[in-house]
């Protein structure tokens, strides 16, 4: 359980380069508990490395960050982590359960599980609404499902922490909603979501601050102080504008930034590396 | 002389067991070849185990226990070699190219009868001795009780290895266990249907059993009950009908069964959906 008064997650002059390459360096924040923090940059500006830096899976060049006030270790039960849609073999002998059961028990050496397994992975996959498809293999489940097996997986591990990498990708409106939704829910219980996306759109109801990182800058904060076109333009030292279409945001300028609909073209900040 | 009487020699009672242990292994390692894409470790572990065969044969006059040794170099060798997961087919034909080469130059200087070393390429477990039984049977049981302890990590690291990461699984240290058990078990099935026909037991019945199972346990009963049935069953018959060699025996049954699987398997396969569109409406 999350010590009080220790921040689920905090970075403190944190660095990480690769080579002369720096992802990203100076990084100062804290996460609150039950807090949505939304992780955005174009492509290659570290957005899964830090995740990775989290999982302990990522030393970091410079700085500190903890986790529930402890250095990051592989494997923390604290930790739940919820990775983007991917295609599984329609003839890979794994059914919807079984992915879910990994949550569970995976990491555990042996054979078989305890008797109560079996009546966790049912609640779980209830949670999700996935009874109905609970023994289908999972490569014959569609995006959404798979994902709402994710949420499932990832929540059997009871975590304090989530680390959410792109999970929408992929996804069609309907199925978007399900999930950020049932994220939404676990958030709302007490734990901490961090969320690596490029479309904030779909998330933005939900999140409470924006990290954003370009380049090796960054800037965190609400989403309406974070996404303006000022605050962009500073980040990716060229001009971006930032619109506001009803309840979406729409970013003008870089090749990827918080909305769709952008240009493109490479923003100096990526080429130079 | 009938089956009954052959069954009462230890030498038949010798080979059903090992093969039957042997089969056990296959059994269990094959749903992991499949879903690891490891088909040509298997082909190359196989091939290699003919030149440790060589090897033990100019050293110590015993080819099996040189054939398992080489089977542990080989997976060294491999795994030093593929640093990353796509270097690895590259990798194992490097070391297989070099290996043959290597085995072909040993059996030249060997002086005894070469059937002992070409014995490996077609299997001949009836004319294995005693001690060499016990060593397959002590090396198979060790391999089993191996398997039995990183099961579900390894299965957990095979299907979903990013997950599984971040959840501190060892996926790389698993990666590299699970290719020693596989040089191992191989090099054992090698005995048993010689190195050109292992896959009949190390894949055929892994992948006729996904044919009609969807769970991994599912898959791996089938699995190892398929492989046992080919192997003690090609064994057996080739008791009987001894112009036949055994390998071939075995081959032609895993086949069979495959066969049987792929027509059997849509008919199983609809029955899962079935249940699913069931379920859902």
Redesign the interface.
């Known amino acids: 359980m999350t010590v009080t008064g220790r921040p689920p997650v905090r970075f403190d002059g944190a660095a990480v380069h690769f080579g002369a390459r720096t992802l990203w360096r100076d990084l100062t924040f804290e996460v609150e508990r039950a807090e949505f923090l939304a992780v955005l940059g174009p492509n290659g500006s570290g957005k899964t490395t830090l995740l990775k830096v989290l999982?302990g899976?990522q030393p970091l060049s410079a700085g500190t960050v903890e986790v529930a006030g402890s250095p990051p270790r592989?494997?923390?039960r604290h930790?739940g982590?919820i990775?983007q849609q991917r295609a599984?073999d329609p003839?890979?002998?794994?059914?919807a359960r079984?992915?879910v059961r990994?949550?569970l028990?995976?990491?555990?050496?042996?054979?078989l599980?305890g008797r109560s397994a079996r009546s966790k992975v049912d609640a779980a996959l209830a949670a999700v609404g996935a009874?109905?498809?609970a023994?289908?293999?999972i490569g014959?489940c569609s995006g959404g499902e798979q994902q709402r097996l994710?949420v499932a997986?990832a929540l059997l591990?009871d975590p304090d922490l989530l680390?959410c990498d792109e999970p929408l990708l992929s996804l069609d409106p309907g199925q978007t909603h399900a999930v950020t939704a049932l994220i939404d829910s676990r958030r709302r219980q007490g734990t901490t979501v961090v969320f690596v996306t490029h479309e904030i759109n779909p998330i933005l109801a939900y999140v409470d601050r924006v990290l954003y990182l370009v380049g090796g800058r960054w800037s965190i904060g609400d989403p309406s102080g974070v996404l303006t076109s000022e605050t962009l333009t500073g980040l990716y030292g060229v001009p971006v504008e930032v619109l506001r279409v009803g309840e979406r945001i729409v970013v003008v300028g870089p090749e990827e930034g918080a909305g769709s609909g952008g240009h493109h073209h490479h923003p100096p900040a990526e080429v130079g590396g | 002389m009938g089956l009954g009487d052959y069954l009462s020699l230890p030498f038949a009672q010798h080979a059903l067991l090992a093969g039957g242990l042997v089969a056990v292994t296959c059994g269990l390692i094959g749903p992991f070849v499949i879903t690891r894409n490891m088909a040509f470790a298997v082909h190359g572990t196989a091939e290699l185990a003919f030149t440790g065969a060589a090897a033990g044969l100019l050293v110590s006059d015993n080819p099996v226990a040189g054939a398992l040794i080489g089977s542990v170099v080989v997976a060294a060798l491999i795994a030093a070699l593929s640093s990353r997961q796509r270097d690895r087919d590259s990798s194992i034909g490097v070391v297989l190219a070099a290996g043959l080469g290597l085995g072909v130059l040993l059996l030249g200087y060997y002086h005894g009868f070469a059937t002992q070393a070409t014995n490996i390429l077609f299997g001949n477990l009836f004319g294995v001795s005693t001690g060499q039984i016990l060593l397959l049977v002590v090396i198979a049981v060790a391999a089993m009780v191996c398997l039995a302890v990183v099961y579900r990590p390894l299965l957990f690291a095979s299907v979903d290895p990013e997950v599984a990461a971040a959840r501190g699984v060892p996926v790389r240290v698993l990666g590299l266990v699970f290719l020693l058990i596989l040089a191992l078990t191989v090099t054992e099935a090698a005995q048993v249907v010689g190195t050109l026909l292992v896959l009949s037991l190390a894949i055929t019945p892994a992948a006729s059993a996904q044919r009609l199972a969807t769970s991994p346990l599912g898959v791996a009963i089938l699995s190892v009950v398929f492989a046992v049935l080919s192997a003690d069953g090609g064994l057996l018959a080739s008791l009987q009908a001894s112009k036949v060699k055994p390998s071939v025996l075995v081959a032609a049954i895993s086949f069979a069964i495959y066969l049987l699987a792929r027509l059997a398997g849509p008919m199983a396969k609809q029955r899962a959906r079935r249940s699913r569109a069931g379920a859902d409406g």
């Open positions: 999982l899976q592989r494997g923390s930790i982590y990775p599984f003839d890979l002998p794994v059914r079984d992915l990994f949550g028990d995976g990491h555990r050496a042996g054979l599980g009874t109905s498809f023994d289908a293999p014959t994710r997986q591990g680390l």
